[in-house]
């Protein structure tokens, strides 16, 4: 996986822009999954192109048959997910993640088998970064996000609104930080972590790889890979809920 000190790991972001965006040039996109957070993403969307038309956003693409040529709060859904492959010049993000199923995100993207060039980074304009900030590609930060000083977000990663990373916080790949999380200087949200809406986490403290925060806890200690914590303070429950063979 990319990380501090690949070759790959992204550039400083401002504003909207990633780091494949030629300024000036409307790009087709596409978002794959046709749920709540793909919805979410297409209003940020629709905010950055309000602030500079960056995006032609063609549509959704989902699995479900039931959805297609079906139009989802106003986005067409135009396909299955494999049908990417129909679309060469389109840049993508991967919309999806609930918290039965947050592998998703990486499990369609082994499947659909892109290159890091392929995939766009939607930040909306409401989003307050610091220039030492960064995002990796293919990561969406929504409205009123807070990055403030030398904060690394890796790839594919979703931030919802209103939460917080303050000074040093890294989040790697995959992770999901649901809406009102908040990070204290110098945390480590490892690959693929899920932390649920108005999770809190002391300063220095490190989240294990694919590990799972219920809503609301209050972590005061580092979290093991893999695990379930919940309460305040947060404690060890159980597994977390990951489908079998999903590291594969």
């Known amino acids: 996986m990319k990380g501090p000190g690949s070759g790959n790991w992204p550039v400083r972001l401002r504003l909207h822009l990633h780091r494949w965006h030629t300024v000036g040039v409307v790009e087709q996109l596409l978002l794959i999954g046709a749920g709540g957070f793909a919805r979410e993403t297409a209003e940020a969307v629709r905010a950055v192109n309000a602030t500079e038309n960056t995006w032609d956003l063609l549509g959704f693409l989902d699995d479900d048959p039931a959805l297609l040529g079906v139009r989802v709060g106003d986005v067409p859904v135009v396909g299955p997910i494999d049908a990417v492959h129909e679309h060469p010049d389109a840049m993508v993000v991967l919309c999806t993640g609930r918290p039965d199923n947050y592998v998703s995100r990486r499990l369609i993207a082994h499947r659909i088998d892109l290159p890091d060039h392929r995939y766009a980074t939607i930040v909306h304009p409401d989003v307050s970064m610091g220039s030492t900030a960064s995002v990796g590609v293919g990561s969406v930060l929504l409205a009123q996000v807070v990055l403030t000083a030398d904060v690394r977000v890796g790839r594919h990663v979703a931030v919802m609104p209103q939460t917080v990373l303050t000074h040093d916080v890294l989040v790697q790949d995959w992770a999901t930080l649901a809406s009102g999380v ?3 200087g110098g945390v480590t949200i490892s690959e693929g972590a899920y932390l649920g809406s108005a999770v809190s986490v002391r300063e220095g403290c490190t989240i294990g790889a694919w590990s799972m925060i219920g809503m609301g806890s ?8 893999e695990r379930l914590w919940f309460g305040a303070p947060a404690r060890d429950i159980s597994p977390a809920p990951l489908p079998i063979g999903h590291l594969a």
């Open 182 to 184: 908040r990070l204290g």
């Open 218 to 225: 209050v972590v005061t200690r580092d979290v093991p890979p």
